[in-house]
């Protein structure tokens, strides 16, 4: 069936640093793909998404792209802030819109200052 | 309300009880999903519905698990026979129709003794 993997955590960054969490999935078809944030006490907010081959989703700094080739939707931020502490989930809907999202495990990251 | 609202937000069971967790959608959502998530671990389907149709529960794990959605806006997730393995986050989520993005609520924390 359909699934996601993404890098284990929990990452720790200091501030302003590079971040990249990577996410590769597996579909049978033409799967939309998203990242979720999690931050502390809070529900889960959609950070960016992309619907087909080559789209690159961004908010906040944050981008990743859509990679057809290397089923991959890798997460990346230029300089981290300490705000951006929280678990990142990325995940797919597979085909019609109206369906169920299908998660990865969570990458939980720390910003220190 | 402005989102996606659950409650109660935390609930002790003993196990062998009864429990009833609600949703209240986004206004005018007609899709609500019900997800479940293990500590450390990403959220996973549970069920779906479409106004007050159960169009998908192929998540739901045992035949314990039931939930109804009777008149197309709340939706309660009842969990007969609680287990210790039942103990999660349990998210609901509402989107409008033909639209990728599901938003969740904070989500009710279920802790069986």
Redesign the interface.
Known sequence: GDSVTQMEGPVTLSEEAFLTINCTYTATGYPSLFWYVQYPGEGLQLLLKATKADDKGSNKGFEATYRKETTSFHLEKGSVQVSDSAVYFCALIEGHRDDKIIFGKGTRLHILP | GA??SQSPRYKVAKRGQDVALRCDPISGHV?L?W?QQAL??????LT?F?NEAQL?KS?LPSDRFFAERPEGSVSTLKIQRTQQEDSAVY?C?S?S???????????TRLTVL
């Open positions: 989102g996606v899709s999903f997800y450390g671990q990403g959220p996973e389907f779906y479409q998908d998540g998210l989520a989107s129709p033909g639209m990728d993005t599901q938003y969740f609520g904070p989500g």
